[in-house]
């Protein structure tokens, strides 16, 4: 007689087990897509933004802005895009696989010449020296930053004289990791990307924004897929409000343009 009364309470128990586990689960999910280069800064903006607004829970995945913009084509689920390039957003809007009314831009970045704290480089024209056998840059065909830098050492005629230097990352924290572990003597990264390794490395030179390359913005957009619109679009606005652009620019990023 006892295993059918036990048998119930353990029912009971499972039954409200799962009522509580439905209480505490997030209500709304939102996936967002973003340029590696923000990885540590919108890990800090999802927090706060998490707190703000409880029963939405944002999960975040990291990769170059052109292997986002192929998975979004493809179809990936996801319903915000953050890119570190307009030219990767722009690409998206021509397919109408945004929402265009909601695409801001959310900070700016710098590019630089990165080198290891030892390390007596002190212009671009040093990439020419003998010492320098490895140059860290990310693959322009899929990575902003290595199409920004690029751009820069065409403008500053050093592209052709460094191909044979060049190692490629395919995102720019792999870019910044070959230098970092001293598998490059030096790299063309952004400069948020360098603040997260102060204590190895070093900001030698930078290039310069609207003549040596185009400006680097991060558009940020919903993307039409999305099955989470209006949560998705407080979490743009909130990258442009005061508060997610303090944490943005305490990780070295800048404001956008008004």
Known sequence: MRSPLIAFFVLLVLLGCGQNEAAVRPEQVIRVSAASSLTDALREVVQAFETDHPGIQVELNFASSGVLKHQ??????VDVFISASAVEMD??????????????????????LAARL?????????LLKNEVKRIAISNPETVPSGRYAKRTLVKRGLW??????????ENVRQTLGYLSRGDADVAIIFTSDALTERGKVKIVAKAVSGVDHPEILYPAVVVVRSQQPAPSTAFV??????K?????QRYGFLPPPN
């Open 91 to 112: 690409a998206l809007d021509q397919k109408n696989l945004t929402f265009k009314e909601t695409r801001a831009n959310i900070a700016s970045n710098e590019l630089i």
């Open 244 to 248: 997610g652009s303090a944490v943005l």
């Open 237 to 242: 606005s909130f990258l442009r409000s005061e």
């Open 160 to 169: 052709e004289d460094l191909k044979d230097k060049f190692v490629y990352g």
């Open 72 to 77: 979004i084509e493809q179809g990936a689920p």
């Open 118 to 126: 030892e390390s007596k480089f002190s212009q671009w024209g040093d």
